[in-house]
């Protein structure tokens, strides 16, 4: 066991499981059942990203060009190891594969800086924290690049062996990730750019080798978002949901420098950061 893989979470506890909706966009995430620790990261991102070629810079919040090509698909469908044959029989099932792999494009192309400009960024007003940068330091050591999209692309990638079409409800969840099996688990694929966060939740997951804890009583958003006693909470922002708050204000971060007079954009990163501090209990 490398040094690298004391520093992450030490949460070896079993089959512990939760669920969480993200955004309250259906691209929940969070079933998770058992942790480990993840296996030593894999570039998959270098030859994926020369066959898919994204544009670039890849700024636009909705569906990018160039995500026609067949064989920028296969190459991204072999990284998430599809189970292709639990992705048919049914439109619902095949809306999905879409929608994933247009997802694993946006986090193929989407520009999310360097680390040194995450950690130069990293303040709390912005929900960009230092343990979140510390994290990719880590994964930066394996990889070696410093490019934010590679890291989280390749971290994904590696510790998804397996996806496949989840046809029951996952409680509260569009996604779930298993440790056991390294396998990830979607039910609810619909907006490739949100579900795009779900997938790095899920990584996170992988990655950190963290579940959730219980979210206290009385733990409340608003109507119809009843966290009382679900284990969806993370006690600090070191874990998955500050990972993903992380990637996401830097990903809407790329699109407000573009865009900057794109208001809704900026409310976006508001909400993201809400979000972020409803499920992380530490003040
Ligand atoms: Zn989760």
């Known amino acids: 066991m490398s040094s690298w893989r004391s520093a992450r979470g030490t949460n070896t506890s079993q089959a512990t499981s939760g669920a969480v909706v993200a955004l309250g966009l259906a691209s929940g995430i969070g079933l998770v059942t058992g942790c480990k620790a993840p296996p030593p990261l894999v570039d998959h991102w270098t030859a994926t990203h020369a066959i898919c070629q994204p544009p670039d810079p890849f700024v636009s919040p909705y569906r990018a060009e160039g995500f026609d090509e067949e064989a920028c698909h296969e190459a991204i469908a072999a990284d998430l190891g599809l189970d292709e044959a639990s992705f048919e029989g049914n439109a619902e099932a095949e809306a999905t594969r879409s929608n994933l792999l247009e997802a694993a494009y946006q986090l193929l192309g989407r520009p999310l800086g360097s680390v040194e400009e995450a950690r130069a960024y990293a303040d709390d007003a912005h929900w960009v924290r230092t343990s979140f940068v510390d994290e990719l330091d880590l994964m930066a050591?394996?990889?070696?690049?410093?490019?934010v999209r590679a890291l989280i692309y390749s971290t994904l990638a590696t510790v998804v062996a397996t996806t496949r079409y989840w046809s029951e409800p996952?409680?509260?969840?569009g996604a779930g990730y298993s440790f056991r099996r390294d396998e990830l688990a979607v039910t609810v694929c619909e907006a490739p750019p949100y579900c795009s966060f779900s997938l790095v939740h899920e990584a996170a997951h992988g990655w950190l080798g963290a579940s959730h804890v219980a979210c206290p009583e009385?733990?409340?958003l608003e109507e119809g978002w009843d966290y009382s006693g679900v284990v969806a909470c993370d006690e600090d922002w070191s874990t998955v949901w500050g990972l993903?708050?992380?990637v996401i204000v830097l990903a809407y971060q790329s699109v407000v420098e573009a865009e900057p007079e794109n208001q809704t954009t900026a409310r976006h990163i508001e909400y993201i950061g809400r979000i972020a501090e409803f499920f992380i209990l530490e003040d």
Do not use: R
Not at 141 to 147: A, I, P, R
Not at 170 to 173: E, L, M, N, P
């Open 244 to 246: 993903q708050a992380g």
């Open 218 to 220: 009385g733990h409340v």
């Open 141 to 147: 050591e394996e990889l070696g690049t410093d490019d």
């Open 170 to 173: 996952i409680d509260h969840a």
